[in-house]
C-alpha cells in the first residue's frame, strides 16, 4: 500500500476524536451512539423524528438491558446531543451513517433515506471529517452516494477528508454477541481513510477486521446476511421434508451439529424479518440485473422465504381439515408478532403476512404478544388480546416466544401449532 500525505499541521490535530455524529438514531444508530459515548467520545444523534428523539431522551426504546443502563445515564451529559438537525454534523470529527435501508413493495431497494442521509453529508461536510457508511447497501454505494459527491464538491478523497464503509454488525436483542464482541469489517477508499475510520471502529469495538476497499466491505455484509437466508431457506426445506417422514426436525439438527467441522446449525421457523435477512440478499440481485451475472441460489432462497408464510398458514388449514373443519369462521390466536424474541419490532415480521393469509382464507384472527401492542395489518390495526386464556381459541399458532412471559395457558388449548419448532409450555410458566 502506498503512504499518503495528509495536509495538516499535526499528528495530534489529524488523529483527534472528541466528537462523533449520528445519522439515524433508530435500531443501529442508537447502540452505536451509546457505545462511542461510553468509549468517551461526545455524541451528535441527529434523526428526522422528533417522537424518535424524545423516546429516547425519555427512554423508552427498545434496548437490551445494558444498552438502557447506559442510555439512562448518557441522556444526563452535556455530550450526549440529541437533534433533528442535520447541519449539526459539521461539528463532528466523525460521521457514521446509520439509515435504514429497506425494500419497496416489489422487493425493489428502497434508497431515498439513505440517499437523503448521504446528500446531506456531503452538503455539510468540512475538512479534516472521517465519514462511515455503516449501512447495508449494494456494492459501490459508497463511491456514488459519498465519494463521488465530495469530489465533485472539491475535496480530495484520503487528504483532505476520509471516507470508509463499516457495515453494522449489531443484532437488537442480542445479549450474547455484543457490539464490542463483534468483530466489524471496515475498507476504506484509501490506507489513510481506513486508518483514520478505524480509530473511530475501535472505539465500539477492538477487533477490526480491515478490507482492501469499500466495495469488499459493502458485499462482505451482502454475502453474511445471504449466506442466513440461504440456510434458513435449506432449514424450513428440511423441516418439512422430516414432517413428511414424521420425525423431528430439531432432533435432527440437534444431531447434525454434534459433528465438530462442516456443520453450523440453523433452524426452521415461521419465516424472517427484520432489518436485515428478507431485505439485503435482494440489494444483491438488484444490482446482479444489470450485469451477464446470475445468482440462482439466491435467488430461490429469497422465493423460498417469501414463500413461507404461505406455508404456514396451509399447515394451518391441513390440521383443521384433518379436525374435519376448515378456515372459514376458525378463531385463529397467533402467539408473538413481533420478528423475533425479546425485541419490539414488527419490521417485515413474517407474522404480518401470516395474519393477513388468514384472514383472507376466513379465519377470525388475533394475536398476543406483550413487546407489541398495536400492529397494522390490511384494512387498518389489530390490539394485542389482554388476557389470551380467557378467549375460545380454535387454533393457536405459535409465531414469537417472549422471554420471562407465562406462556403455560397454550397447553390448555384444543389446537397448538408450533411454527417454532422449539416451544415447550412447561419452560415458559411463572
Known sequence: MTSTVVEFETIAELNKLTSVAIVGMGYVGLPTALGLHAGGVGVIGIDLSQNRLDAIGACTVDLIESDLRRLEKSVHQADFQLTTDAARMAEADAVLVCVPTGLDEYLMPDLRPLESACAALVANARRGQTLILTSTSYVGTTQRMLVKPLAAKGFTVGRDIFVASSPERIDPGNITHTQAETPRVLGGVTPTCTAMAQRVVNVLTPAVHCVSSPEAAEMTKLYENTFRAVNIALANEFAEISSGFAIDPIEVIDAAASKPYGFMAFHPGPGVGGHCIPCDPHYLLWQLRATTSEAPLVTQAMNAI????????????????????????????????????????????????????????????????????????????????????????DVVLIHTIQPDHDYSWIAHCPIVIDATYRFDPALFAN
Open 306 to 393: 417469501a414463500e413461507r408464510p404461505r406455508q404456514v398458514v396451509d399447515r394451518v388449514l391441513n390440521t383443521l381439515s384433518r379436525e374435519g373443519r376448515g378456515l372459514t369462521g376458525a378463531r385463529v390466536l397467533v402467539a408473538g408478532v413481533t420478528y423475533k424474541p425479546g425485541v419490539q419490532d414488527v419490521r417485515s415480521s413474517s407474522a404480518l403476512d401470516i395474519i393477513d393469509l388468514l384472514a383472507a382464507k376466513g379465519a377470525k384472527v388475533g394475536y398476543y404478544d406483550p413487546l407489541a401492542p398495536n400492529i397494522r395489518v390490511t384494512g387498518g390495526s389489530l390490539d394485542s388480546e389482554y388476557d389470551p386464556a380467557g378467549a375460545d381459541w
